[in-house]
């Protein structure tokens, strides 16, 4: 009796076609496979040629064993000419592994079932044999594949290194992320940088320095699935020997977020007060806010909830040393002026 589909395969990839067998019957769809209709006795070509003439549509189990066996080769050149003759889909290959199709192969849309899961692999089946893909969109293609919902950094500040804890959670937007979500840092080129993971599952991995911009990427032990929400925590050490930084840090925000946290200790620092100012760097609203003054005791946290983007969040701070050199700057000002005064 004719059956619906003959299942064309290498040896090699006996598991995969009698899986692609099991979901269609059960579909309803009657199938011919080698593994279960050829029985001991039969004449091998045959019962191909009789499969290849009655069965309405061939399956191909697309691999570099499929391709390089000469067998494989006859049975589905065997259905192209029915193919072009009647113009319709006769052929349905259903690629499992990276292959390079040429040649009369290659203009046939194939099912990709390389890195899905099971559940997936299994509809894009469905779907291609029956002709039904479903018509839907996955909405409006982000113009960024990761959300960061919340962010807290822990600065700790020496004289000749700065250690920061960086604590992120992340909605992943699109699947397109496979394991990786990049960051960068920027600081001076002829200072050390250290960056690590503290949470379990995840590597810092890509680590490269182009003139003031390090690039990394954060790698999980698992691909980021669209909606899927991730936390992790990193440690970054910048050192500060040459002293080019002084008495300042700045974070810019480009997108939303719903929270933002700085905490900043100063272990040997004698800091007398804390300055805290917002910097828009949008084009379509300039401007910048006055500068607030806090007074410092021990650690400094500023926290904001659903921070204005397109923004720099800049924290500055005085010690008692720089309040000392601002008085005698002052003492010493008020001096000349009062002896170019007595002078005139």
Same mark, same amino acid.
């Given at each position: ?12 990839? #006996? ?9 269609l019957e059960s579909e309803g769809i009657s199938v011919t496979i080698q593994a279960w209709d050829f029985l001991p006795g039969d004449n091998f070509v ?8 009655? !069965? ?33 889909? $006769?052929?349905?290959? *259903?690629?499992?592994?990276?292959? #390079? *199709?040429? @040649? ?23 779907? @291609?044999?029956? @002709?039904?893909? /479903?018509?839907?969109?996955? @909405? ?12 807290h950094l822990d600065y700790t500040i020496y004289d000749d290194h700065i250690v920061i804890f960086q604590r992120f959670k992340v909605k992943i937007l699109?699947?397109? !992320? ?21 949470? /379990?599952?995840? +590597?810092? %991995? ?7 911009? !390090? ?26 020997? =040459? ?7 700045s974070q810019k925000i480009m997108t939303p977020i719903k929270k933002f946290v700085i905490n900043i200790h100063f272990p040997t620092l004698p800091i ?10 949008? %084009?379509?609203?300039?401007? +910048? ?8 005791? $021990?650690?400094?946290?500023? /926290? ?25 700057? !002052?003492?010493?000002? %008020? ?7 007595? =002078?005139?």
């Amino acid at each position: 009796m004719a059956k619906d589909l003959f299942i064309s395969y290498s040896k090699y990839d #006996e598991a995969y076609a009698t899986w692609i067998a099991e979901i269609l019957e059960s579909e309803g769809i009657s199938v011919t496979i080698q593994a279960w209709d050829f029985l001991p006795g039969d004449n091998f070509v045959a019962k191909i040629n009789q499969a290849l003439i009655e !069965c309405e549509k061939l399956i191909i189990v697309l691999s570099n064993h499929y391709l390089d066996s000469a067998w494989c080769q006859e049975e589905w050149t065997s259905k192209l000419s029915q193919k072009d003759a009647l113009k319709e889909r $006769r052929i349905i290959p *259903v690629k499992i592994e990276q292959v #390079e *199709v040429k @040649g009369l192969l290659s203009p046939i849309v194939y099912i990709n079932l390389v890195d899905k899961d099971e559940a997936d692999a299994k509809k894009l089946i469905l779907e @291609g044999v029956f @002709g039904t893909k /479903e018509r839907q969109s996955v @909405g409006f293609p982000p113009s960024l594949y990761v959300q960061y919902t919340e962010k807290h950094l822990d600065y700790t500040i020496y004289d000749d290194h700065i250690v920061i804890f960086q604590r992120f959670k992340v909605k992943i937007l699109a699947d397109k !992320c496979n394991r990786h979500i990049n960051r960068k840092i920027e600081w001076f080129k002829d200072e050390d940088i250290r960056i690590e993971s503290v949470t /379990e599952g995840v +590597t810092i %991995q890509d680590f490269n320095i182009i003139d003031t911009v !390090c690039n990394y990427s954060v790698v999980f032990d698992h691909d980021l699935k669209k909606n899927e929400q991730v936390e992790f925590t990193i440690t970054t050490t910048v050192t500060n020997n =040459n002293h080019h930084f002084e008495n300042i840090i700045s974070q810019k925000i480009m997108t939303p977020i719903k929270k933002f946290v700085i905490n900043i200790h100063f272990p040997t620092l004698p800091i007398k007060t804390i300055y805290t100012q917002i910097i828009a760097d949008n %084009q379509a609203k300039v401007w +910048t806010s006055s500068p607030e003054t806090h007074t410092f005791d $021990r650690d400094f946290v500023w /926290e904001l909830k659903d921070p204005e983007p397109h923004c720099e969040y800049r924290i500055s701070w005085n010690t008692w040393l720089d309040q000392i050199r601002l008085w005698q700057s !002052c003492e010493s000002n %008020q001096a000349q002026l009062d002896n170019h005064t007595q =002078n005139t």
